[in-house]
């Protein structure tokens, strides 16, 4: 790792302008996808604003028809949210099937949508619910918030607040677990509100996740498996890797959408 | 650099440190407590759990500087000095839940770990799923599994991450 | 059986301290005024060395030295070497490339270490590795061994890039029994390639006393004083009374830590040079390209069968990638200790088997967890399959008709099998495994929509590679023995210093075990010593599960003598003929009378020597014994997998694994239980899960954890193990050997099964959810088609 200054903001301000100050810092949430960059030098911050002692940041709400969740708060808390768990539990779970209860205890839902990695499991649950990224400066819809693979439309000294979810009447998250890491070698979130109807995808597109329009068409009529039966997805532009082609990666889709929709 | 204090299996400590020095290079090379094990640099073997603030985490993916203030416990501060071994270890002995040991600590610390989170009556399938953060090489897990459960069961009555 | 004795299951001694934090493994222990050592490796697979250029880093704060391949070569340092001789069919010696610790001129894999920065602290060491300035002139890489023999030569010595041609057997014969053969199955098998990944990643220091001149090495091997030899005679670091080689506790092995590695010669020379400790940590991501790698086999087998199923002959071709430089015991494993187990547990008259050794610019192969065996077993097993398959024989039936059924059986390929009841093994685990329901439970899965299948694995190996006469003339440079020194103490309390290493396999309890049950001691009383070239007499370490067979037996060679030296002790303190006295349950009696003195009573004269003159005994009781085997030992079994299949996404779920192996006499059968788990979980790893993969530049794609698939708790299933028992009529204890089998049994038992359940053979390892969607759709395809 490299050498690097560490601060210790106690408020979102704080944060913000020491972001202003060290053009090079990062900001540290639960770590779990900066300190091993760091460790084998993939990532050279100058500073480290660590996060963790920012006053406010942290929990789980149901407000209304959303789901309010602090942007610093702990995979291992969403996971085992009652309050979640009765208004959403497919939202309860994506978190728990995230590394494992070591790296639960540290992660965060800010830390990994702002990271975008494209096999992480949250960024299908922000999209696949049509939630919205709520930051320092103001509010992102998640359609405009991913960018890209590790992208987003974060400005630089844009800080990541809170997130709200709108409470479907209809959701679920099936994931095809990468072997050796256990992130998303396919993700797919659906989930139906009223009128919108959303599928998500993550770990399988080259540029991070997705949502499957002609899914979504046909699930129009009805949300259910038989919908999307005989829909292919094309494996153009999705991931060819050692541990699954596109091809594969177009089949498990398909797959998991129908095993989403049978569990919604 | 910066002075990071904590308390260490029951002792306060404090130490003059780099901001790069993680929380296990802190633990092994500054307070000499070798028991916390690294076998990897991508936060997957587990080798180095540790309990902060009473829940699991990877020592390696973790600043010594964000222990800060924090309570530690490694597998060193689980049984009472010159007290009996913690049910845990006692049930990895007993089931031969280890063979070359060096996964050892963090799968202990990983399992107490499980039990204050999920209890005291663990089935296969659960402790399986659950040891997902932690690698084995030696025993195919078969016997750790055992252990586990069986530790699990021998902790009942016992206080949460002693 | 006493409650300590051999066949107990004995909690293990040395797990105290494991448990409790305290082991001490190599990077736990810190010398005084130790300096840290980061390697610079090429990020190329194949590359001129134009310049280096150290300037830079050596100004670095806190950097001692940064030393590169031209100071170790003024410093005269040797080249590590390949200490098995193969010879090609034609006569000429195999190529050996020269390998310094550092490269000279040009590396040959990602990963070669081309300097080295010592600064007071790892992170210093770190920071300053990375401005060292390497011109690279990239070269074209061969990656691939299958192609290597048609690509440019990496070592000029080897055109082709041609270690050996090597051949066992009798080609005519083998081909005259394919020629009329009733039915010949033919099959295309790569094995894949495999990164060992003992959980402690390799650690060195060297530790130079410039005031004895004396080295000291640190060091995770499994054999420390092959370590010093290699490093004093080849290497010439210092003579080998001047070098100290200590190997504490060991966080597995698996074959990885036998080797003599650079970085150990590199610390031990780095260390005289700054005059100070030199430790170097090897992380993970360096393990990757560094530790030596297993298998990677690409072959072609063919069996002949003819009336009844009766197998008529084997015939194989391998071409087996040895990396970009010959590493310790390289050359061994695709030719001796494969070939050699080609006739599996079936009485074969025809075998023959040609092994083409190559070199890729891939990090160095050698002996992994089986070593050979496992690919052999691979080979035959999935022959015997196949070939039931094809001729609609249930495939228990076919091994059945071919077993061996007498001993001892010679094979056509050097072995000489001493015992087995290889149908008992079969038998037994076709009970366990409820073979006869099967059919139901295939049923039962077929109406939730999945394919279940059932696989056998029916393996032999070939363990306690010895005798040394005999290894030698099949090229061994070293003997196969091993010492063992038992010292008793004037209190009766007994230490034994064994040549054995452990890193996970429990000597420390299974050694006392046969000591508390020679001696009629309690266990506590008993301590093992091993792993210190300064305490231990000259020993060959632990690998090739030779530590019962070959280590347990120097111990009783030893015992023997003790007992009798302590019988001669106890003749002058019961003032009776030697020939009347009697020894048991720790007690000396004189026949047919009532005297009789203590264990405690006897070694305690032996060193107060008051019954005796010097004249008449000598006084102690300290015996060693140096123990060299007279055949291999044979252990055989059968693993039954029991797989069932999610055809829509492959995802496989092993759902039965049954395990009866003859290991001949087993001292603690919790111990053995357990070797017996973590081989099978290497051998499904490697059946379903793990493979390392280059790409066609050299980069070793899944080199971390990230990508290399460790099998998990959750990929496992809980396995029955059972065994049954033909001793070994070659060793005084009746033992086999056990660390390997489950690695070597797995991979067919698992392969076999799932092609059982998809109906199709054509499905390579590691059988991923992926392979085995692919598989299942190419069926569909090839149905449609038919249709």
Redesign the interface.
Known sequence: ??????HRPTTVRQAANLLAKHPEAKL?AG??SL??V????LASPSA?I?M?HVEGMSGVEVKGRSVVIGAMTRH?EVAASQTLKDVMPALAGVPGSI?????R??GTIGGSIANNDPNADYPAAVLGLGATIITNKRRILADDFFTGMFSTALEPEEIITKINFPVAKKSAYQK?KH????FALVGVFVSKRGSDIRVAVTGAGSNGVFRVPQFEEALKKRFAPKSIEGIAVSPDGLNT?????AE?RA??IG?LAKRALAAA | MPVVSMTVNGKAVSADVETRTLLVQYLRENLRLTGTHVGCDTSQCGCCVIHLDGKAVKSCTTLAVQAEGCNVLTIEGLAQPDGPLHPMQEAFRENHGLQCGFCTPGMVMAAVDMVNRKGNELDEQTIRQELDGNLCRCTGYHNIVKAIAAGAKAMKGTSPSA | MTATGIGAAVRRKEDFRFITGKGQYTDDVTRPGETRAMFVRSPHAHAKIKSIDTAAASGMPGVLEVLTGAELASDKIGNLICGWMINSKDGTPMKMAAHPALAVGKACHVGDAVAVVVAETLAQAKDAAEKVKVDYEVLPAVIDPAKAQSAAAIHELAPNNTIYQWHLGDAKAADAAIKSAKHVTRLDIVNNRLVPNAMEPRVAIGDYDTGTQNFTLWNTTQNPHVARLVIAAFVGMAPEHKLRVIAPDVGGGFGSKIFIYPEEVVCLWASKRVGRPVKWTCDRSEAFVTDAHGRDHVTHAEMAFGDDGKITAIKVKTVANLGAYMSTFSSSVPTYLYATLLSGQYDIPAIYCEVDAVYTNTVPVDAYRGAGRPEATFVVERLVEVGARELGIDPADLRRRNFIKSFPHQTPVIMAYDAGDYNASLKKASEIADVKGFGKRKRDSARVGKLRGLGYSNYIEACGIAPSQAVGSLGAGVGLWESAEVRVNPTGSVEVLTGCHQHGQGHETTFAQVVADRLGIPIDNISIVHGDTDKVQFGMGTYGSRSGAVGISAIVKALDKVEAKAKKVAAFMLEAAEGDIEFKDGKFTVAGTDKAAAWGEVTLNAYIAHKFTGAQLEPGLKEGAFYDPTNFTFPAGCHICEVEIDPETGHTDIVGWTAVDDFGTVINPMIVEGQVHGGVAQGVGQAMLENAVYNSDGQLVSGSFMDYTMPRADDLPSLKVDMTVTKCPGNPLGIKGCGEAGAIAAPAAVINAITDAIGTEDLAMPATSQAVWAAIRRVAKMQQAAE
């Open positions: 790792m490299y050498a690097f200054t560490y540290l770590g779990h300190i091993p760091m460790k084998l030098r480290i660590d963790n291992f590394g494992d209860p070591h790296v205890h540290r095809f072997p050796a890491s256990g890797d050692i541990h699954a082609s594969y089949h498990l797959v």
